[in-house]
């Protein structure tokens, strides 16, 4: 027995030695190996120049300004005499800079494993720097490179589609190595949307260096992936005169100007910001401005902004009754002015008080008769409009190329349960009919939804049209409708903007095109029943005052464009949206985007009011 744990133990001892062996002269070697090749050959990153984005017409939306930046030699004493030097003669040579603020982040980055220089300013504009470097680059602790510095010439009025860059955090450095090296990183809008495109991808050069760390040898370099520019649909005169009319009227509202296949000419959010703010870092004083503007001009209201549609979803509305069930459009309604429901009292009411008598469905749409869409929901149900309005675009993500799209709501029956832990209620499906009530959309949807009326085909939309010289393709849907009421919608649409007693007609039947459309206008607040006569909208105090929609396309005949403007709290779409959207369509046409669709070539339809 002792024989055995003698064996035992002498063969455990050298079973131990033979592993050691093996992990020191052969496991082990691969690290040593490795560590030697880190002390002996040196990694230089070599940092892309970010891709530039421009309009339709070539002109530069998102630029890069090229300056230099500086960094210091590391392992200076904090509050050595040679460091205090240093920093004093870059004040000397730039005295706008902060000596308090360099201190600061040379301390933070300081420490005895590393052995890089320490960027302390970021940007020096060219010219500034030209006079400086011969002194300064005698300098051995400085270190100046050159560096680009994001900048956008149109400021305000394209920062909601292009968003801007700012200084990267700890998680997108882990996220992407890029990024790391760079040090900035897009925050919103397109340069978020197609950061990893307009980054680039990094060059790299490795050299074999002395035990101080001094290159005396390139092995290899390899050049950065850069300049993936980004060409946009966008026509940048177009956006600033949108802009200009919103300033000039005193509205905060959106309008978007969509070809029928997608693209975005023009995506107005007003007010707005300058994007320049943040590209070195916005000041406290400056973001307390954006964030407490009761106008919000830092959020981008057509794709965040989310409002009850109103009117506008009446003619969606009425293709999801076509599609739920068979022949309910082919009978007329009849409008005192309001419905009851049961033995209720309450009244559902139309907005004409005196109502509009026998209605069918082309008139219903030109009038804007709420009662007919009362009637017709009732014989519907929530859940079948619901399903059809969402599959039409409306309450849904529109895919946009813009980072974090909302939804906005079209409610059912689940959605009021999930969300409340409550039955739904008939009158909810009443006033669901005419846009109110629970409905949320974005103007994005809307004018996707238009596309969609005037074409049949749901389409993407698409800012860009270039990405990296890949033309991108749009995406379209067709969805298929009962011909005759499509018809009997669209020429609704038509009567709305060109025959007297259509809602838009003051504003758009005197155009060089012709346009079909629909205003609307969305409650903010409910009126009382008590209330026999209602406010005009510009009686009431602005907060409580309705949005105003007018969502159009033109020409009526071969639609090509797609029209959209939300006014907040700018009361009835007609005479409040009606007269941007009418500007819009004149700046169009006089800068050649309708040709030979002049009004005079197109068919009209004044004389075809049979099915009123």
């Known amino acids: 027995m002792r024989y055995k ?71 200076l004493k904090l509050k050595g005499k040679k460091l205090l030097e240093v920093v004093d003669k870059l004040i000397e040579t730039f005295p706008d800079l902060n000596k308090t603020i360099m201190l600061k982040v040379y301390k933070k980055h300081n420490s005895p494993y590393n052995h890089k220089f320490i960027k302390v300013v970021d940007f020096i504009h060219y010219p500034n720097m030209m006079g400086a470097y011969p002194k300064l680059s005698l300098l051995p602790e400085v270190k100046i490179e050159a560096e680009t510095k994001r900048y956008y010439p149109y400021g305000k009025y394209a920062a909601h589609i292009i968003g801007y860059t700012g200084r990267s955090n700890k998680k997108e450095n882990i996220n992407d190595p890029v990024v ?97 703010l943040f590209v070195g870092g916005i000041s406290i004083k400056d973001w307390r401005a954006l964030q407490e503007n009761l106008a919000h001009p830092f959020t981008n209201k057509f794709i965040h902004g989310t409002y009850p549609p109103g009117s506008t979803i009446k003619m969606g509305m009425a293709l999801a009754f076509s599609k739920s069930l068979t022949g309910v459009l082919d009978t007329s309604e009849h409008c005192a002015g309001y419905i009851t429901l049961g033995k209720s009292k ?43 309005l969402r599959s039409f675009g409306l309450g849904v993500k529109t895919g946009v190329d813009l980072p974090k ?46 596309a969609l009326l005037a074409t049949s085909n749901l389409v993407t939309p698409r800012i860009a049209k270039i990405i990296d010289n890949n033309i991108t393709s749009p995406t379209v849907k067709p969805i298929s409708f009962d011909p005759y009421y499509l018809s009997e ?67 009526y005949n071969n639609p090509q464009f797609v029209v959209t403007v939300l006014v907040e709290h700018g009361g009835h779409g007609g005479s409040t949206s009606g007269p941007i959207a009418a500007d819009i369509y004149r700046w169009l046409y006089r800068n050649k985007y309708f040709k030979g669709q002049e009004r005079k070539t197109a068919k009209r339809l004044d004389d075809n009011l049979s099915s009123f």
């Open 405 to 450: 799209e909302y939804n906005g709501v079209i409610p059912d029956k689940a959605w009021k349960m999930k969300r409340y832990k409550q039955a739904w209620y008939m009158g909810e499906t009443v006033i669901s009919s005419i846009g109110q009530g629970y409905d949320l959309v974005t103007p994005l949807q809307v004018a996707r939804y238009t």
């Open 5 to 75: 744990f003698v064996i035992f133990v002498f063969l455990l001892f050298w079973g131990g030695m033979v592993a050691r062996l093996y992990h020191v002269s052969i496991k082990s070697n691969f690290y040593y190996e490795g560590l030697a090749k880190d002390n002996i050959e040196r990694k230089r990153y070599i940092k892309p120049v970010r891709g530039e984005i421009s309009d339709i017409h070539g002109h530069l939306l998102a630029m890069n300004q090229i300056g230099f930046s500086i960094s210091i030699q590391p392992h």
């Open 180 to 276: 790391n090296e760079v040090g900035k990183v897009g925050k919103s809008g397109l340069e978020r949307y197609y950061n990893k495109v307009l980054e680039g991808e990094l060059g790299y050069v490795i050299s074999k260096v002395t035990a101080t760390n001094k290159a005396i040898e390139v092995l290899k370099k390899v050049a950065p992936k850069d300049n993936k520019n980004i060409q946009l649909n966008v026509d940048i005169d177009l956006q600033k005169m949108i802009y200009e009319r919103f300033k000039e009227s005193h509205e905060v509202g959106v309008a978007i100007v969509m070809r029928t296949n997608g693209e975005i000419l023009s995506a107005v959010s007003y007010p707005s910001y300058d994007p320049n």
């Open 346 to 388: 309450h009244k559902f009411r139309c907005w004409a008080k005196w109502g509009h008598g026998t209605v069918r469905l082309r008139r219903a749409i030109r009038e804007s008769c709420d009662v007919y869409f009362y009637n017709k929901s009732l014989k519907v149900g929530i859940n079948a409009m619901a399903k059809h």
């Open 489 to 555: 919608i669209r020429k609704g649409m038509y009567d709305v903007c060109n025959v007297k007693g259509g809602t838009a007609f003051k504003t758009m039947s005197e155009l060089p095109v012709i346009v079909a459309g629909k205003t609307g206008t969305s409650q903010v607040i409910s009126i009382p029943q008590s209330t026999k006569k209602r406010l005009k909208e510009a009686e009431l105090e602005y907060f409580r005052r309705s949005h105003a929609w007018i969502t159009t396309y033109a020409p």
